[in-house]
């Protein structure tokens, strides 16, 4: 489904398109059918809602037992806050969420879908004998209109390196607009996490491959292989042993409090220390979300905070502790894998020398779903500057 980047992934073909919609907006009454009148879209929302029709990716996510599973047990893990409340599912999809918020005893779930996907789901929850509790809307969430406020919002609008996408914008819309004081948010909060790593095979593969191709000599594309690795990010699977170093934080979302403007622009200044002698190939990024309650604080810390911290607190939890997903490379690996910013040319690293530099995250001005990262990285009195078009 998605085209082959350094034997990874680029982000082109997405994984999911939610909320905002595919169509136009709706009206939800107390009947599973939803009156729709028509809304302008533009072009680039279209493209993102019209690739949530497909069933594809809806499988992918599916599938996903981490994301489901984790999914399922913080509805279960936060029933008293669910049961016989109004719930919003913002991006509903399939409407396998409302579903399982249904069946923990919600008065009422208002599915909102922005794809075709609506059809599917109105089907799905009658099917399921699910009429008199889910509503499907069909539309953008910011076009819709719904005659309750709503107890609980839930929405799966984690995209690529958390950020992708940009769907969180929706579910903070849905926040201001219909969630009653002291309400529930899943997932409530967010954190992406960011190390140099190491990947000697994948650069090998995908670079130095063209030294000796069946024993021609094709090294006149080494150059044009180097530039191709490192102009966008790659979607990839690493593991544990790839990191070079403890992870940064280089942003803390609470879904509580975070305002949408805040999206437009991070920027986050790091300094690491290599834990062994390697390569480095470039960054990696991934992400965590937690299911806390209304009255629970983030067990994660701002990115001025020591990362240790954060992890060493995940790794503490007990089985009453808030529900957590995770992407990192250590834990099982998810339809997400890891985000990869490969260099054009690795950089070498003795044990516990200093990496350190900045790194900004920005909405494109051509489409706010698009991502454009610029890097600065020193270490050794070597200085990188690299941007990357996630697209």
């Known amino acids: 489904m998605l085209p082959s980047h350094l034997n ?25 059918s939803a009156a729709s009148a028509d809304a302008p879209l533009a072009e680039h929302d279209r493209i993102y809602f019209q690739s949530y029709s497909h069933i594809g990716i809806h499988e992918a996510m599916i599938k996903d037992r981490v994301r489901t599973d984790a999914y399922r047990s913080a509805i279960m893990h936060h029933q008293k806050f669910i049961e016989g409340k109004v719930v919003m599912d913002v991006g509903c999809g399939t409407g396998i969420l409302s579903v399982f918020c249904a069946q923990a005893g919600a008065k009422r779930v208002y599915a909102v879908e922005a794809s075709e996907m609506a059809t599917q789901a109105r089907e799905i929850v009658k099917a399921n004998n699910l009429n008199d509790k889910i509503v499907v809307v069909h539309g953008r969430v910011e076009d819709v209109e719904v005659e309750d406020k709503v107890d609980v919002i839930i929405s799966e609008w984690m995209g690529y390196m958390l950020l992708y996408e940009s769907m969180l914008p929706s579910v903070l819309f849905a926040r201001d607009k219909w969630l009653r004081p002291g309400g529930l948010i899943l997932p409530s909060h ?48 690493i593991g544990g042993e790839n990191v070079l170093s403890w992870p940064f934080v280089v942003k803390h979302i609470d879904c509580y409090t975070f305002k949408a403007e805040e999206l437009k622009s991070i920027t986050t200044k790091y300094k690491v220390s290599s834990m062994m002698l390697a390569p480095i190939h470039g960054f990696g ?13 983030s067990d994660n810390s701002p990115s001025d905070l020591n ?19 995770s992407t990192a490379p250590e834990d099982e690996p998810t339809h997400w894998h890891q985000t990869i910013l490969y260099f054009p ?47």
């Not at 990874?8 to 599973?32: E, K, Q, V």
């Not at 960011?194 to 094709?218: H, K």
């Not at 992890?311 to 997903?325: E, M, P, Q, Y």
């Not at 706010?368 to 500057?385: A, Y």
Request: proline content about 8%; overall charge negative.
């Open 190 to 237: 967010a954190t992406l996490f960011m190390a140099p790593i190491t990947n000697s095979e994948r650069y090998e593969g995908s670079v130095d491959f063209w030294s000796d191709v069946y024993g021609i000599n094709m090294s006149a594309l080494v150059p044009l292989a180097k530039k191709f690795t490192s102009e966008e990010p790659s979607i990839e699977i």
């Open 8 to 32: 990874g992934h680029s982000p082109l073909a997405r994984r999911r398109p939610r909320l905002s919609a595919a169509s136009p907006p709706a009206t939800a009454g107390s009947d599973a």
């Open 307 to 325: 990362p240790l911290d954060v992890i060493h607190k995940k790794r503490r939890r007990g089985s009453d502790d808030a529900v957590l997903l």
């Open 345 to 391: 040319d690795p950089i070498e690293v003795k044990q516990d020398q200093i990496i350190e530099g900045s790194v900004t995250v920005s909405q494109s001005e051509e489409n706010p779903r698009f991502l454009n990262i610029e890097l600065h990285c020193s270490t050794g009195g070597q200085t990188l500057v690299k941007d990357y078009a996630m697209r």
């Open 285 to 297: 990024l991934w992400f965590e979300v937690e299911f806390n309650g209304p009255s629970n604080p």
